[in-house]
């Protein structure tokens, strides 16, 4: 079976638990590894105020760009694994932890699955996401609109950039 040409990916990575800095690096690594897979552009990184329960520690967020010729359930199989090296747990939603790598796009699919929903569908009101992932493509069309026309319909207030 010949190997399916290969698409353009966004993941977003994410980290507010024991060395953020560290899962992240890690993670970008990792992604760099994957089979089928080239890293064509990392973010910056950000550091975000959390979302979900109160008392959480600062997120470190960051985008990758991918060329990929896994599929989008593959891909996600393989991000949940790299999830797991950094000693992710699931206990609560939108709780802390070491490390989330969310598929926001994989080509222009639509994926609507019980693991998966693509494209990400809170991608576009998050500036912990869109922020990182317009460094890598602010003139990607989503929906009608840009990822930077929607970055600047939304309140930054709580994402600031803090390395390369």
């Known amino acids: 079976m010949a190997t399916p040409p290969p698409v353009v990916a966004y993941v977003a990575l994410g980290s507010n638990l024991g060395d953020r800095h560290g899962h992240l ?8 590894k994957l089979p089928g897979t080239r890293l064509l552009a990392r973010s910056g990184l950000y550091e975000t105020a959390p979302v979900g329960p109160p008392g959480q520690q600062d997120y470190l967020n960051a985008a990758a760009e991918l060329s990929t010729t896994l599929e989008p359930l593959e891909l996600l199989d393989h991000l949940l694994s790299i999830e797991q090296t950094r000693g992710r747990i699931r206990r609560e ?11 926001l796009l994989h080509g222009d699919r639509r994926v609507s699955d019980p693991r998966l929903t693509l494209p990400h569908p809170a991608m ?20 009608g609109a840009t990822l930077a026309a929607r970055l600047e319909s939304l309140d930054r207030s709580g994402v600031r950039r803090i390395a390369s």
């Open 93 to 103: 939603r939108w709780g802390p932890r070491t490390l989330d790598l969310d598929l």
């Open 124 to 143: 576009l009101t998050r500036a912990f996401v869109l922020a990182p992932l317009c460094e890598l493509s602010p003139a990607l069309l989503l929906d």
């Open 25 to 32: 690096a890690a993670a970008f690594a990792a992604l760099e």
